[in-house]
């Protein structure tokens, strides 16, 4: 995936797409048996990490892990952990959350014995039980501006049915939770039979989402443009540049839309401009902090890139996974398109 922000008690490491407060922990669900090897494999990898056999389970990681995290970042995550967190003190639950593209989540919630927040670990493994990511952070939960309602009308931003990858509440449903400014934000990717690109994924062009039009949420006014940075070759991230080619929409009510990782050169709109509700402001593409195409969106009360803090964005009649939603937040899983007639 990507990341923007290091957290700042200690950072989790991500690779699947474009590369604090206390929760009472729920029971944790029953277990497919179906899905019990992914637990097996999750508490493996995690006892790998805990003992700090690293060499080992860094040869259990995909291709793209290997080439975005070397064994020395491994080692300097184990290390900032163990200082910080200390040792697992006890295990709250643990969970298989339903597939996303080809992956299976396990994560993992517990206390430590040098921090009182809980704090989770999460496994991306495919069905072969390799790692295209690791995650670890604290389990934050509501999370700054829980209880606001968006003010502006906002309908989402595609044509056609979405997935959501990264979105929700919880630090598990979307790694965004470590950035304030982040929190509420989205990832959004188009899936067809559990993969997001045909062929070898290798080019942008073979990504379902890519080159595809970005909306207006609402109407605004544009107040900051960014279009002239290149897209990444997949697998691949820019993270000197981490949003890319951007936009940020002024609402009013002091809520600001931003878009990252536009295709470069497409974006139609410039600072000044004023929009109105599904107007086209630019193509999808994999420009900044990202090695797959997607859109990033997040609501804002700030004006400016990394400051400020997010705000929830509700968005209104549209559907998830079949349902007409008429005022909602879509959640890391859903299918979600607009509720056209």
């Known amino acids: 995936m990507k990341y923007y922000k290091i957290a700042p008690i200690f950072f989790g490491l991500f690779i699947l797409l474009f590369s604090s407060c206390n929760k009472e922990s729920p029971a944790g669900p029953v277990i497919p048996e179906s899905k019990a090897t992914f637990i097996d494999k999750g508490?493996?990898?995690?006892?790998?990490?805990?003992?700090?056999?690293?060499?080992?389970?860094?040869?259990?990681?995909?291709?793209?892990?290997?080439?975005?995290?070397?064994?020395?970042?491994?080692?300097t995550l184990y290390a900032q952990v163990?200082?910080?967190m200390g040792s697992e003190k006890s295990l709250s639950y643990e969970t298989i959350d339903s597939v996303i593209s080809k992956w299976t989540m396990y994560n993992r919630i517990a206390t430590f014995n040098k921090i009182s927040d809980s704090i989770y670990i999460q496994w991306a493994l495919d069905d072969s039980f390799v790692i295209g990511g690791l995650h670890i952070g604290l389990l934050r939960y509501p999370g700054p501006n829980a209880n606001y309602a968006?003010?502006?009308?906002?309908?989402?931003?595609?044509?056609?049915?979405?997935?959501v990858f990264w979105g929700g509440r919880t630090a598990y449903q979307n790694y965004?939770?470590?950035?304030?400014?982040?929190?509420?934000?989205?990832?959004?990717?188009?899936?067809?039979?559990?993969?997001?690109?045909?062929?070898?994924?290798?080019?942008?062009?073979?990504?379902?989402?890519?080159?595809?039009?970005?909306?207006?949420?609402?109407?605004?006014r544009i107040i900051a443009v960014e279009n002239n940075i290149n897209d990444n070759v997949p697998g691949t991230?820019?993270?000197?540049?981490?949003?890319?080619?951007?936009?940020?929409?002024?609402h009013g009510g002091n809520e600001f839309s931003v878009f990252a990782?536009?295709?470069?050169?497409t974006v139609i709109v410039n600072p000044?401009?004023?929009v109105v509700s599904g107007q086209i402001l630019g193509k999808s593409g994999n420009s900044g902090n990202s090695s797959e195409p997607h859109i990033h969106y997040q609501l804002q009360d700030s004006r400016t890139l990394n400051q400020g803090l997010g705000l929830p964005a509700q968005f209104q009649n549209?559907?998830?996974?079949?349902q007409i939603i008429a005022r909602g937040e879509p959640v890391q899983g859903q299918k979600i398109s607009r509720n056209v007639p």
């Open 261 to 265: 990782h536009f295709k470069k050169g």
């Open 82 to 84: 163990s200082d910080q």
């Open 176 to 220: 965004h939770t470590i950035s304030a400014n982040q929190y509420f934000a989205y990832d959004f990717l188009m899936i067809q039979n559990r993969i997001s690109f045909s062929g070898n994924g290798q080019l942008n062009e073979q990504y379902f989402c890519f080159d595809k039009s970005v909306l207006a949420p609402a109407a605004g």
């Open 150 to 163: 968006t003010k502006a009308t906002l309908s989402l931003p595609f044509e056609g049915e979405w997935t």
């Open 318 to 322: 549209y559907r998830a996974n079949g």
């Open 43 to 75: 508490r493996e990898y995690t006892n790998l990490f805990y003992n700090n056999n690293l060499d080992v389970l860094r040869s259990h990681f995909s291709e793209t892990m290997k080439n975005q995290i070397s064994l020395a970042a491994l080692e």
């Open 237 to 250: 991230m820019n993270s000197s540049q981490p949003f890319g080619n951007y936009i940020i929409i002024d």
């Open 272 to 274: 000044g401009d004023s």
